[in-house]
């Protein structure tokens, strides 16, 4: 029986419910380990006027302590264009900057090495915010453009219009595993790295960046990660480039280990963007036009954010025909930390602002939200079935998802019981809200798109499986045996994932944009189907047969399609390759097909396909506090034909609670010097068990496998995040019903003292009534 689609257990499942299971940092020390700890600029930015270690060298158990003269090779860690200097030489651009290392014999030593580092400061001017860098003309790069039809014109005349913007909150990534790295030397030149790197080969290159030495000269390797989230995509270079170095200058193993509120406080966020509008529409709801300025903010380098803004651009449609549009991007640069990828990589903050234009239209017009949602969803051949940017989707189940969810949530129902609840309540109000989500699958870069493996069979039968992808907890190792399981034919318990390493499988692409499974599936499977191949040539000959197209490898044996008692144990065709001198190991490798993309023109076919959702979610918010209680989710999401559908649902849940906690509770505040001050957890808020609603139904979509992909799946990782804007406008929904405005303003994230104010804003828009005079 084909382990592909059952629904077994993550692989490591029972490592991490023990606490057997072996992340970076509990691996057993080599001799002579030391450790390094941070000294951070108290500064959003200022010039170094003076740098002092001799203090801290005199402190015991200090080795040394690395600046930026230590470095050998080019003192930048920037991964598209270098412009983020490992360790600054004249000065600092961001609170929470890391002026030096200093290094120890203990984490305690090298604690008090730091403190005693003398750097003074001369304060410079600092831009904040993304609204100081607008004023400032601030940014990383030109605009980018996508257009399509005449928007001006169209608003021009249009029946209804309306403008505005949403100020979108970023997101710290807040992973149980803070970034974590180890270099070891070999004694010969050469290094391996331990790294929390959803990217381990691009770590491997900025390492070697830094060393100044040849790539084959570094091996990066990551075991598995407590966490990652897009947070360890490029913001890990920095920290395994610190280990190296401190390895580099002292010979001796090093390990660089965060603590939480390091990790908070230096590392890039979910980008916060101003998305900016102006809308044109009828009056049965349709957008005609709509003309949107997306202003990320990327911090002091540019990091990631280029494709971040890109994808952002390309999902501000989410699920919606818009005739007529135009969207400019802008990168702010601005004194913060670099903001870099976190799951669904822009395309939430795009969504966010559609979203914000729906909703606003259908109380303008006095019209059910989920009604104007449905009006305007893409639909049919031809343009109203393809996007801004001219691609055809070409497998729309947008309508699909929408009716089953509907369906099976009793929406229509629910709305009266809620209505009555609200007539009866005038303190508590209950909001229901249903959205969709359409979202692009693919890098946006074409040349990310492969992905290699490396399988290997040993004369008794047993395998190891590697390929480029890391784990961090998504299960991407779990379907990747299930894969080669099926492709082998062999039970699953014979195979043996292996750590992902850059001696292993090179030149890997980062385990992001949705794509692990996609990619490094397909790769697994062409190498375990060369193998099967010339398995197959061997079980032949043994069978005494001739055909060896019709050898069937299943649940550990060998047989004939068209005779099946003629069947051999897979472990006794193997030992016979190996006799008969068959290699027994095989590299694979895919490259994602017919996609491209003209970044000038801003058209293309980005995306090999669509992932689909709808999620309808109710919420009850109390009006004294400005609180929410989520009552009951339901989702209907689209991962094709599942490889596994355990894990598929806990990415589904998963995601949607994270989206949720970006959405309402996880609040990044800054202060006026422009300092982070969210940064440890009884300042920062996540979703915890308390905010689950005892009634939460996902509903994988069935009979939706989808062409060309590994075996009939989809990718699952980021797509269901955006299911929690119904959740926003669940709150927005119950908000609106304390009054009955024609618009609901309410801050991102709705946190209660923000869903308070929108409150209070609709009760003060209420109509007065008027003292009746008695003569």
């Excluded at 040394?64 to 991964?79: H, K």
Aim: glycine fraction near 8%.
């Amino acid at each position: 029986m084909s382990p592909v689609g059952k629904p077994n257990h993550h692989e490591s499942a029972i490592a991490h419910v023990s606490g057997t299971a072996v992340y970076t940092d509990d691996q057993r020390e080599p001799a002579g380990m030391l450790s390094l700890y941070p000294v951070l600029s108290p500064h959003a930015r200022a010039r170094i006027t003076k740098l002092d270690v001799a203090p801290a060298l005199a402190v015991a158990g200090c080795v040394t302590v690395l600046t930026a003269e230590d470095v050998p090779g080019e003192n930048n860690t920037g991964v598209i264009v270098h412009d983020e200097v490992l360790l600054p030489t004249d000065e600092v651009v961001y609170h929470g900057q890391v002026v030096v290392w200093a290094v120890g014999e203990t984490e305690a030593a090298a604690r008090e090495a730091a403190a005693k580092v003398v750097v003074e400061y001369e304060p410079l001017p600092a831009i904040k915010t993304v609204q100081e860098a607008i004023a400032a003309n601030s940014y990383h790069s030109d605009p980018q453009f996508i257009r399509r039809g005449d928007p001006d014109a169209v608003i021009a005349r249009a029946e209804h219009t309306f403008s505005g913007e949403v100020e979108i909150g970023g997101q710290d990534h807040f992973y149980l595993e803070t970034q974590t790295s180890w270099a070891i030397p070999d004694g010969e030149g050469n290094l391996q790295v331990f790294a929390s790197t959803q990217h381990p080969s691009e770590t491997q290159v900025v390492v070697a960046r830094i060393l100044g030495i040849s790539t084959n000269r570094v091996v990066c390797t990551c075991l598995r990660m407590g966490g990652g989230f897009g947070g360890k995509e490029s913001q890990a270079n920095p920290f395994a480039s610190a280990a190296a170095l401190a390895t580099y200058k002292t010979g001796r193993p090093a390990r660089c280990r965060l603590r939480r509120h390091q990790d908070m406080l230096i590392t890039g966020k979910r980008h916060g963007f101003l998305g900016q509008y102006e809308v044109g529409f009828n009056g049965d709801g349709r957008i005609t036009a709509m003309k949107a300025v997306l202003t990320a903010d990327g911090g002091w380098s540019l990091d990631l954010s280029p494709p971040v803004l890109g994808r952002a651009m390309l999902h501000i449609d989410n699920a919606y025909y818009i005739p007529n549009l135009v969207v400019e991007g802008r990168i702010a640069k601005t004194n913060r930390v670099s903001n870099t990828a976190y799951r669904g990589f822009g395309g939430p903050q795009g969504m966010i602002v559609i979203e914000e234009v729906v909703d606003r239209i259908a109380r303008t017009l006095k019209l059910p939200p989920d009604l104007v949602r449905e009006r305007n969803f893409y639909h049919g051949e031809g343009d109203t079935n393809r996007t801004h940017y001219d691609q055809d989707i070409v497998d729309n189940r947008i309508a699909r998802v929408w009716q089953e969810v509907m369906a099976k949530a009793n929406y229509d129902a629910r709305q009266a019981d809620i209505a009555a609840f609200n007539a009866a309540n005038p303190y508590q109000k209950r909001g229901l809200a249903i959205t969709p989500v359409k979202f692009g699958i693919s890098f946006n870069k074409v040349m990310y798109n492969q992905a290699g493996a490396l399988v290997l069979i040993y004369s008794d039968g047993g395998i190891q499986l590697n390929h480029g992808g890391t784990e961090m907890g998504q299960g991407l190792h779990t379907k990747m045996i299930q894969v080669a399981g099926k492709a082998l034919g062999v039970k699953t318990d014979r195979i043996r994932m292996m750590h992902t390493s850059t001696d292993k499988v090179p030149n890997t692409s980062a385990t992001a944009a949705s794509s692990g499974s996609d990619l490094n599936g397909q790769a697994v499977k062409n190498a375990c189907e060369i193998l099967r191949d010339r398995l197959a040539a061997v079980a032949v000959r043994m069978l005494n047969l001739d055909a060896p197209e019709d050898m069937v490898f299943e649940d550990d044996w060998i047989y004939c399609r068209t005779y099946p008692s003629a069947r051999i144990a897979f472990e006794e065709v193997v030992w016979q390759a190996y006799a008969e001198r068959v290699s027994l190991s095989s590299t694979g490798f895919y490259r994602t097909p017919n996609i491209f993309w003209d970044p000038k023109l801003g058209k293309g076919r980005p995306f090999y396909y669509f992932a689909y959702g709808a999620a309808v979610a109710e919420v009850e918010v109390d009006g004294f506090t400005g609180t929410f209680k989520l009552r009951q989710v339901d989702i209907v999401h689209d991962v094709g034909e599942s490889l596994n559908p355990l894990v598929d649902k806990g990415q589904v849940e998963g995601a949607f609670v994270q989206g949720m906690g970006w959405l309402t509770m996880e609040e990044l505040v800054w202060d006026g010097e422009g300092r982070l001050r969210t940064f440890a957890p009884s300042t920062y808020k996540i979703p915890t068990i308390s905010e689950i609603p005892e009634q939460f139904h996902v509903h994988l979509l069935e009979r939706a496998a989808q062409d060309g992909v590994i075996y009939g799946s989809k990718a699952v990782g980021e797509p269901p995040f955006m299911l929690a804007m119904s959740v926003r406008e669940a709150i927005r929904a119950a908000v609106a019903a304390f009054g009955n405005p024609d618009y609901v303003p309410l801050a991102l994230p709705a946190t209660p003292e923000a869903t308070l104010w929108a409150i209070e804003g609709v009760r003060e828009a209420m109509p007065q009534t008027q003292p009746v005079a008695v003569s």
